[in-house]
């Protein structure tokens, strides 16, 4: 996970895309990892500064994994809607007893023409898909459901095929 990689002073940085798989990997020289522990600049045209490194390590120790290249907008849309962190916080517990095995994935979707975003947590699983269409029914009714209304849509949980 890049945060984990740069906090470990590891000279490369792997982008991963929303289900896990390896876009790209970058060098980054030991000078601009210790330039990132100060807070200084950022990291080329990925535009990831200290406050996105702190909000993405934090979804990180949630359990979340996200794309590299949606940090910034993530972290952007976090710090915005602040009142979604305790239910991120609380999520990763509540998933497992629906999808064992499971891996959390976030992903800003954004309507530049409507002017919304909505921040889509998926759960990456590898059940039969009649399972997980009807686990993931039962987690927003028992569940999700109190949270997607108490944010108006802008929060969304949608079940995702890994294989």
């Known amino acids: 996970m890049l945060i984990n990689q740069l906090y470990k002073g590891e000279t490369r ?3 991963y895309n929303f289900l896990g ?3 790209q990997e970058i060098l980054i ?3 601009y990892t210790e330039n990132l522990r ?3 600049s950022l990291i ?3 535009s990831i500064i200290s406050a996105d490194l702190s909000i993405g390590d934090m979804l990180s120790e949630f359990g979340y994994s996200f794309e590299g290249k949606q940090l910034r907008a993530i972290s952007e849309f976090l710090s915005a809607n602040p009142i979604l962190i305790d ?6 517990s509540v998933v ?10 976030l992903s800003l979707y954004t309507d530049t023409e409507e002017e919304y975003c909505v921040l889509n947590i998926l759960i990456g699983n590898k059940l039969p898909v009649d399972v997980a269409f009807n686990k993931e029914r039962q987690l927003f009714k028992r569940y999700f459901r109190a949270i997607y209304k108490k944010h ?4 969304n949980i949608k079940e995702t095929s890994i294989i």
């Open 13 to 15: 940085f792997k982008d």
């Open 21 to 23: 798989q390896l876009d």
């Open 29 to 31: 020289t030991e000078s």
């Open 38 to 40: 100060s807070g200084i």
């Open 44 to 46: 080329e045209d990925n």
């Open 87 to 92: 239910d991120l916080r609380a999520l990763p």
């Open 96 to 105: 497992p007893s629906y999808f064992p095995d499971s891996q959390l994935i």
């Open 152 to 155: 108006k849509g802008i929060i």
